[in-house]
């Protein structure tokens, strides 16, 4: 027996219909209270934008047929005098629009029509989340159990008539650490720069409080992760960039203390 079509299907078309089309996924799952994916699916499988751009063009063509056959005011009439009827000169929000919409998937699209909805600050906030997620996530993919850790991974094979060759390759302690540690210095370098970015835009009117009160638990959060007591924040996060920075000849010169060590004993 098929499944019953749910009734939020429609209600989903109608709410993003009389919107002409400028309302998100999210606030409608909110509105009808279901999950934000549901929208997606039903906006995807129903092609919705096909069908709104269908209704919108359809009223255009008949705005188009009532202009032919009513031309303008009375007359003497002098109420438009010095307005031209238009849109604002260089505005382009329609053609941009329009050219997505036709040549974009209509998933992207609609990731689109949600970022233009948030603020800039907030974007750059969020980058800054990622970024630090993706330096913690590291230590953890990263980690080098001890200096006879050694990792033989399988770079080539050739099969022959006669004879099989397997080509290894090996990572040696030392090196993955010197590796890990100039990639995470790379990353930090990374973050400061979009910590001052953010910073800086703090300075705007435009700034909530919220956003600057965020930053500043950051700074900290960062200062506490170097074991510092340092009260400028800014100045934590170099520190921590330039303590945490080895270069591979001097990652290799402490393993190779480690090794000297264990033949003396």
């Not at 919108?56 to 438009?80: C, H, I, V």
């Not at 948030?118 to 990263?142: G, H």
Request: one cysteine or more; glycine letters at 6%; charged letters at 35%.
């Amino acid at each position: 027996m098929p499944r019953q079509r749910s009734p939020n299907r429609d209600k989903a078309f109608e709410i993003y219909k009389g919107h002409n089309g400028n309302i998100n996924n999210r606030e409608i799952a909110k509105i009808l209270d279901i999950p934000e994916k549901t929208v997606g699916g039903w906006k995807c499988k129903d092609k919705w934008q096909y069908k709104l751009n269908g209704v919108l063009q359809k009223k255009n063509e008949n705005n188009t047929e009532y202009s032919k056959r009513k031309k303008g005011g009375q007359p003497n009439n002098k109420n438009s005098k010095g307005h031209d009827g238009s849109v604002p000169k260089g505005n382009k929000n329609a053609e941009t629009h329009g050219f997505f919409s036709k040549y974009l998937p209509e998933d992207t699209f609609d990731i689109i029509q949600e970022i233009e909805q948030k603020n800039p600050l907030d974007i750059l906030w969020e980058n800054i989340n990622i970024q630090y997620a993706a330096i913690i996530r590291a230590q953890r993919i990263m980690h080098v159990k001890d200096k006879e850790e050694m990792i033989k991974e399988l770079k080539k094979q050739t099969r022959g008539d006669t004879s099989d060759t397997d080509e290894y390759e090996f990572q040696f302690a030392w090196d993955r650490q010197a590796t890990f540690l100039q990639a995470q210095s790379r990353a930090m370098k990374t973050l400061e720069s979009m910590i001052k970015q953010y910073d800086e835009s703090l300075n705007s009117n435009l700034a909530t409080e919220e956003q600057k009160l965020r930053i500043e638990k950051l700074k900290v959060d960062i200062d506490k992760s170097r074991g510092g007591d340092n009260e400028n924040g800014q100045e934590g996060i170099n520190e921590f960039i330039k303590a945490t920075t080895m270069s591979e000849e001097e990652v290799k010169r402490l393993f190779e203390d480690d090794v000297n060590e264990k033949e003396e004993n």
